[in-house]
């Protein structure tokens, strides 16, 4: 390594190498930066890697169910094309499927359709929705939906109730997006994407998994409220229910926070909060224990959704816990 001109330092390439590569004085070499603070020089511009690609083969005896698998599995894993063959009989079936998929997931579209063969293409830039992104929008849109959901069971609102149900396919697709990029860092060659950077990656798709866990409860609790909403409920048994919903949102908002902030205090306080949230679910069992029938599986099934959501948003003030401590040396 030398300084030249007070300012510039000068590398010298071994011959062998600059004889291999074609290159001669005067010619452009190219320095590409990596996350772990290395550089790679290159003889000419990096090519961009061109899409990975999956095949399946559509028999007779396929179901949509998995088909529909398949192809989830394929984007997860970060195949920028898939393309599905069939026989020509199958075709409709085929186009119906992946049509259904390329509305429940980001990115994938439909680039090329024949009587046998049906080819899809992943179109998302992951710079576009960052897995920070995708986490705080699951975020908000599962917290609006536990709301909603006590909501709809207090007024007997059915179409809030549908609409509760519903956004719960939007949180799916983030959390597809986001086990997506996972798995692509961690396929990706050495030198581009650092540890810590993985890690994070890690903490991010065990994070999504919890919200979506979250967010499934509270379509349970929507489509419980269905049940319900022709039936008076006692005014104690609602504000119970209320008090417990608002508690577990009160930990699923300081964990997530908390995970944001890096702030092992309020991760604390979350996980603290539980047991105090666990004795209102208790006390609740007992209250619809009185229940009979219909009424009593539907409100068991409330009180344990809302019991569960609060135990999934401890599990992430947990893990904003060890990300802290391991981002922090200094920590005591």
Same mark, same amino acid.
């Given at each position: 390594?030398q300084l030249?001109g /007070?300012?510039?330092?000068?590398?010298?390439?071994?011959?062998?190498?600059?004889?291999? #590569?074609?290159?001669?004085?005067?010619? %452009?070499v190219?320095?590409?930066?990596?996350?772990?603070?290395?550089?790679?020089?290159?003889?000419?511009?990096? =090519?961009?890697?061109?899409?990975?690609?999956k095949v399946?083969e559509?028999?007779?005896?396929? %179901?949509?169910?998995?088909?529909?698998?398949?192809?989830? /599995?394929?984007?997860?894993?970060?195949?920028?094309?898939?393309? !599905? +063959?069939?026989?020509?009989?199958?075709?409709?079936?085929?186009? +119906?499927?992946?049509? =259904?998929?390329? +509305?429940? @997931?980001?990115?994938? =579209? !439909?680039?090329e359709?024949t009587?046998? $063969?049906?080819v899809?293409?992943?179109l998302?830039?992951p710079?576009?929705?960052?897995?920070?992104?995708?986490?705080?929008?699951?975020?908000?849109t599962?917290?609006?939906?536990?709301e909603?959901?006590?909501?709809?069971?207090? #007024?007997?609102?059915e179409?809030? @109730?549908?609409?509760?149900?519903? +956004?719960?396919?939007?949180?799916?697709?983030?959390?597809?997006l986001?086990?997506?990029?996972? &798995?692509?860092?961690?396929?990706a060659?050495?030198g581009?994407?650092d #540890?810590?950077?993985r890690?994070?990656? &890690?903490n991010?798709?065990?994070?999504?998994?919890?919200?979506?866990?979250?967010g499934? &409860? $509270?379509?349970?609790?929507?489509?419980a409220?269905l049940?319900?909403?022709e039936r %008076?409920?006692?005014?104690?048994?609602?504000?119970?229910?209320? /008090?417990?919903?608002?508690?577990? !949102?009160a930990?699923?908002?300081?964990?997530?926070?908390?995970?944001?902030?890096?702030?092992?205090?309020?991760?604390?306080?979350?996980?603290?909060?539980?047991?105090?949230?666990?004795?209102?679910?208790?006390?609740l069992?007992? &209250?619809?224990?009185?229940?009979?029938?219909?009424?009593l599986?539907?409100?068991?099934m409330?009180?344990?959704?809302?019991?569960r959501? /609060?135990?999934?948003?401890?599990?992430?003030? =947990?893990?904003?816990?060890?990300?802290?401590?391991?981002?922090?040396? #200094? %920590?005591?």
């Amino acid at each position: 390594l030398q300084l030249t001109g /007070g300012s510039t330092y000068v590398v010298s390439l071994p011959k062998p190498w600059i004889v291999a #590569t074609g290159l001669r004085a005067g010619d %452009t070499v190219f320095l590409d930066s990596m996350a772990d603070g290395s550089l790679t020089v290159l003889p000419r511009p990096a =090519e961009k890697a061109p899409p990975r690609k999956k095949v399946f083969e559509v028999k007779g005896a396929e %179901t949509r169910d998995h088909l529909l698998r398949k192809l989830i /599995g394929a984007y997860i894993s970060g195949f920028g094309i898939i393309e !599905i +063959r069939s026989k020509p009989e199958e075709a409709p079936f085929v186009r +119906r499927v992946t049509r =259904e998929f390329c +509305r429940m @997931a980001i990115g994938p =579209e !439909i680039i090329e359709e024949t009587r046998t $063969a049906t080819v899809i293409q992943d179109l998302s830039d992951p710079a576009e929705l960052s897995p920070e992104k995708c986490l705080r929008r699951m975020y908000m849109t599962v917290r609006a939906m536990l709301e909603d959901a006590v909501v709809a069971l207090k #007024t007997r609102d059915e179409a809030l @109730a549908k609409d509760v149900a519903q +956004r719960d396919e939007e949180v799916d697709r983030l959390y597809w997006l986001v086990a997506k990029q996972h &798995h692509l860092a961690h396929v990706a060659p050495p030198g581009s994407a650092d #540890t810590v950077a993985r890690i994070g990656l &890690h903490n991010y798709r065990l994070v999504a998994k919890l919200i979506e866990r979250v967010g499934d &409860h $509270a379509q349970r609790i929507a489509e419980a409220s269905l049940l319900v909403r022709e039936r %008076t409920l006692d005014a104690k048994l609602l504000k119970e229910l209320e /008090g417990a919903s608002s508690a577990s !949102i009160a930990i699923f908002d300081q964990a997530f926070s908390a995970l944001a902030s890096q702030d092992i205090d309020l991760a604390n306080e979350a996980v603290d909060a539980r047991a105090p949230l666990q004795k209102m679910i208790d006390g609740l069992s007992n &209250h619809v224990a009185a229940k009979k029938g219909e009424e009593l599986l539907a409100l068991a099934m409330i009180v344990d959704s809302v019991g569960r959501a /609060g135990s999934y948003a401890t599990d992430i003030a =947990e893990i904003a816990i060890n990300s802290a401590v391991a981002g922090d040396e #200094t %920590t005591q």
